[in-house]
């Protein structure tokens, strides 16, 4: 197959396909400086060949987006190493890479979802600090990608306009001496307004970035706002601390951030907050790793370290908090390499026969079969001890949110990696999440391969059952459109939505204040979903039909 790929290739060229025509045209960068261009992380590098840079979160982007219809992008780049750096050309959500796992040529996300290609070593193509040329051309419907004039890849069935386009340099060392790009170029999306920013961005207070919210109103009205703190890049390893902003005035102002957990290079994460309604006690959860321990040696076994569970507490309505406590021994299976508390948010059960029960959404991955599922843990103490639930009946599902549906029933809400099902999975409780049943996947609640967040509404003057809230980006191509949703039949149909920010968005927790208002924290930026986390209130009157009601 390789052979006949690069056979294939050395024959079919692009300059001379007749027919071709574009809207509009921009140089990104050019040999005599950046013109277009849009940083994230931080400026790259000026140099006597172009522009170059190393490294995780260091990106170069259009500042234009690419909108629907024919288009042609031309960037000459150099690698000063194949060694599997996954350094690679970015398109919304989605990457080719030029040097991938195994040395090899590579395609991943959502545009490329089902590509069954055996991609050739990236060392037949390309060669250590020379450049080469990258072409991606669209004409009526077919998109080719090229190098140095050769097609090496093809899709016939992309419809949608691509965004943002960029380079990614990743563990690599690139160099961009001309990017150009003709085409249906468009203004991108606004960045929500500024005064609903929390206040985590990115370059500030000492982190890279902020990422993985988690979002709690307190019994006495104030609103927490929990994240990863990312020390030296955007990557979810290495220094990475739990970090905290807290509004007593309903989100309109906030305070200095407050470093909950910081273990030195390690990894503290995955946030996971719960209000014990009763007491007034907050729970926060996160896992812990060691710094220089990665997902995929955990997962594989190979790590020196494993995930560890603990939880801190507050019981001042979030102005101080406990020491991080242990419970590993009590919530993990020996047999259970990766481990993640939500992120997001948990539960206070209120009607039914678990009424009081704290409930916290999980998930892990088995060692033997690798297989990953979401469970629950839980207390019935008010939080003095935390006791394993029950998992889903099937795997393929990981970060989770859950909800309270009416009579104490619950429902857990699911990130999918059933990738011809781009949508979420939901399972049933009946038992207080001892056990789960009913595992589907929800085709009205589409998604990128993402975390979500849901919600019972709580009604200012009195409870009505039934109204769920979920937020996530809502797509199927990429982690954009971040887009508020409501059932009014605990779940089974989403008859009412807003869409809150259609640029680059991804994860979000919900919860309710006092007055009614829906809060929202989550991703969003100009360029990435990492540049900062924004916090915003939503009328549910703001709510629009999506379809019939029920």
């Given amino acids: 197959m390789i052979a006949q790929l690069l056979r294939s290739a050395a024959l079919l060229f692009l300059s001379g396909i007749p027919g071709i025509s574009f809207a509009a045209d921009a140089v990104i960068v050019s040999k005599d400086g950046a013109i277009d261009a849009r940083f994230t992380g931080q400026a790259w590098e000026r140099s006597a060949t172009g522009f170059s840079a190393e490294g995780t979160g260091k990106l170069l982007h259009a500042k234009a987006m690419l909108g629907a219809g024919d ?17 690679s050309f970015e398109i919304g959500d ?21 590509a069954d290609v055996l ?17 991606i051309v669209r004409t009526t419907g077919l998109t080719r990608f090229l190098l140095d004039g050769a097609e090496v890849h093809r899709k016939s069935d992309w419809d949608s306009a691509p965004g943002r386009i960029g380079l990614r340099p990743w563990r690599n ?34 982190y890279h970035t902020f990422r993985i919210p988690a979002l709690a109103v307190t019994t006495k009205g104030s609103v927490l706002a929990f994240c990863e703190g990312r020390k030296n890049s955007w990557g ?23 470093v909950l957990w910081d273990d030195g290079q390690n990894t503290c994460g995955n946030p996971c907050v719960v209000v014990d309604r009763q007491t007034g006690a907050i729970f926060l959860f996160s896992t812990w790793n060691r710094g220089d321990d990665h997902e995929g040696g955990i997962i594989a076994g190979t790590s020196k370290d494993t995930r560890h569970v603990f939880v801190l507490r507050s019981d001042d309505d979030g102005l101080t908090w406990s020491k991080p ?21 948990g539960i206070q059960i209120e009607h039914g026969p678990h009424k009081g029960r704290l409930v916290i959404p999980c998930d892990h991955i088995e060692k033997d079969t690798k297989q990953y599922f979401s469970h629950v843990i839980f207390s019935d103490d008010h939080g003095k001890t935390w006791q394993l639930g029950g998992r889903t009946p099937d795997h393929q599902v990981n970060e989770c949110e859950v909800v309270e549906l009416t009579g104490g029933k619950l429902m857990l809400n699911m990130r999918s990696y059933a990738d011809s099902k781009r949508m979420r999975q939901t399972a049933l409780s009946d038992d207080g999440g001892l056990t789960w049943k009913d595992q589907r996947s929800d085709p009205n609640l589409i998604e990128p391969i993402c975390q979500a967040g849901i919600e019972r509404y709580r009604w200012p003057d009195g409870d009505k059952p039934g109204v769920v809230l979920f937020s996530n980006p809502a797509s199927t191509r990429g982690r954009v459109n971040v887009t508020l949703r409501a059932s ?31 809060a929202c924290l989550y991703e969003a930026g100009a360029d990435n979903i990492a540049e900062s986390i924004v916090f915003t209130l939503v009328g549910l009157d703001e709510l629009q039909p999506t379809g019939p009601k029920p």
């Fill in 71 to 87: 288009f042609r992008v031309r960037a000459t780049l150099q690698l000063e190493r194949l060694d599997g750096s996954a350094a």
């Fill in 94 to 114: 989605s990457r080719f890479g030029f040097d991938g796992k195994g040395g090899s040529l590579f395609v991943e996300g959502p545009l490329f979802a089902g």
């Fill in 325 to 345: 406590l242990e419970i590993t021994s009590d919530v993990k299976k020996p047999d259970w390499t990766w481990y993640a508390t939500g992120p997001g948010s």
């Fill in 173 to 206: 060392r690139m160099t961009v001496s001309d990017f150009t790009v003709e085409g249906n170029l468009v203004a991108p999306p606004p960045v929500p307004s500024p005064t609903f920013l929390s206040g985590f961005a990115g370059g500030t207070d000492g």
């Fill in 488 to 518: 009014l039949d605990d779940g089974k149909t989403w008859s009412r939505s807003k869409l809150l920010y259609e640029g680059p968005g991804a994860y979000s927790d919900l919860d309710v204040m006092p007055d009614g208002r829906i």
């Fill in 236 to 258: 979810d390893s290495s220094d990475i601390d739990l970090v905290l902003k807290r509004s007593s005035d309903h989100g309109k102002t906030w305070s200095a951030i407050s």
């Fill in 119 to 135: 991609w050739p070593k990236s060392s037949t193509l390309l060669k250590p600090s020379v450049p080469f040329t990258f072409e």
